[in-house]
């Protein structure tokens, strides 16, 4: 069963930083897509960032240039390095895994979700 596990939310400052991480694990196969999700009250959960197997990514326009989605194959974790934080960031951020092969923004296409850390923007 994959399991899906995230760090490193908190309080930051407008034009701030924060390194998320998504540590994974029960992988029974080499393919897979992961993506960064999140969710402010009240609104619809929407994607940030994804990536496939190969290293491909797709990002939101809201995180482009800003964040930067990636993987580290050795020890299983996902991270998304986000600056320049903005108060429309503030959101409850989620990591999902998938077994198909290529990048999704939606998060109805992931089946496997983390609990979410909180991200909180404000001055």
């Known amino acids: 069963e994959v399991q899906l596990v995230e760090s490193g939310g908190g309080l930051v400052q407008p034009g701030g930083s924060l390194r998320l991480s998504c540590a994974a694990s029960g992988y029974t196969t080499n393919y897979y897509s992961m993506g960064w999700f999140r969710q402010a009250a009240g609104k619809e959960r929407e994607g940030v960032a994804s990536i496939d197997y190969l290293g491909t990514t797709r990002y939101a326009d809201s995180a482009k240039g800003r964040f930067t989605i990636s993987i580290d194959n050795a020890k299983n974790t996902l991270s998304l390095q986000m600056n320049s934080l903005k108060p429309e960031d503030t959101a409850m951020y989620y990591c999902?895994?998938?077994?198909?092969?290529?990048?999704?923004?939606?998060?109805?296409?992931?089946?496997?979700w983390g609990q979410g850390t909180q991200v909180t923007v404000s001055s």
């Open positions: 999902a895994s998938d077994g198909f092969r290529y990048t999704a923004l939606d998060w109805r296409r992931y089946n496997y």
